[in-house]
């Protein structure tokens, strides 16, 4: 396996955490590299559901080494939360899970100023999480967030802080909403500091040291490749690099030290929050994909918004993250329609766009143009082999690799681990 980055190919809920839990057979270290618990990954072993937000999936298998890097910004109440539930599940957290010392921290009021700019932009909202996530990143890019490491030094902390927060407090006043108090929220956070402290690394070194001795590295993007805040749609996007390139900057591991990238993709599309999708289903097609596919936020309960496959945006994805193995998921959730469809263009207009255009206004405007597939009406789930999925079904993926330009190297037809394969 070597160094592996993991990437969602579509807006997110790809299904990255199972195929992550899959892959970290063969891995000593599973990483996160961006985002923050905006993101949850939900991982069923033997029948138990474990939803994970911050910790890297990793954490559920005995031995490996979870390393939550960088680029990740850290909520550190919400993590003590997600590492206090885990141990009480009996999983073991010492001596496997280490946090970055330079990971920046989300605080309350990045999560109040995040939802006071949604309702600020009214019909144009993003749709976010409201954990806090942009604000937090918006801190980092000007200089003025707080890093785990300042958690290690009390008083340079006590001082920031009490900074940050007499400032958020006058916006807070300026849109009626209640300031917060320096005295709570510092004790809060060393309190969390306290417990976290043991798992608090140099994770930069400790990873390239990891990669000299030849361990197998996996990198678990959060979020998709349409939510990167560079090549998604701006600004119905996250706030962090959610593509390959956000593995290098959110771990410390130099681009040419990266082996293979794989991107996770479901047979069909689904966003959470707002912007363009140009092939939802708005009907009850769009409705039994969110039923049958359990289709519901694992961070913020929402109904995900569902429709076809599309191409244009994993042939994207395919070339901005340079992804080596296609790795398709919830292929199952499709066994039951009688023709499936996939977009291979775009039209607005008499224009055809074979790539997604950048300008989201024009994206809002594209009509798909699809392909149609005979549906193979019969259940997958105990496909072990592409051999013996049913011969539309072997039709449907090889067209979807055909079209997103990469070959399919997983497919899973089932939440479980074992309804995965390899080809
Ligand atoms: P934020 O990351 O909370 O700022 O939200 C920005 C956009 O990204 C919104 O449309 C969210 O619904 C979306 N988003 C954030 N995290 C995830 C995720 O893990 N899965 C899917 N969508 C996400």
Redesign the pocket.
Known sequence: MATTILVGAQ???EGKGKIIDVLTAQADVVVRYQ?GN???HTVLVGGDKFVLHLVPSGILHPGKISVIGNGVVIDPCALVDEIEQLRARGVAIEGNLLISETAHLVFPYHRLL?GIRELQKGKRK??????G??PAYGDKASRTGLRMVDLRAPERFAEKLRRKIRESNEILKAFGVEPLSYTQVCRCYVDCARKLQPLIADTVTWLNCAVNEGKNVLMEG???TM?DIDFGTYP????SNSTAGGACTGTGIAPHRMDKVVGVMKAYTTR????PFPTELCDGRGAMLRETGQEF?A?TGRPRRCGWFDAVVTRYAVMVNGIDELAVTKLDVLDKLPKVKACVAYKVGRKVYETVPQDVDILQRCKPVYEEFDGWQTSTRRARSFKQLPSQAQAYLLRLSELSGAKIGIVSVGAEREETFFL
């Open positions: 807006w997110g809920d985002g905006n993101a949850g995040d993003i749709g976010t999480t409201k954990r996530i942009g959060a979020q998709g939510l119905f996007v996250t706030s959470v929050g707002e912007g936020g961070t």
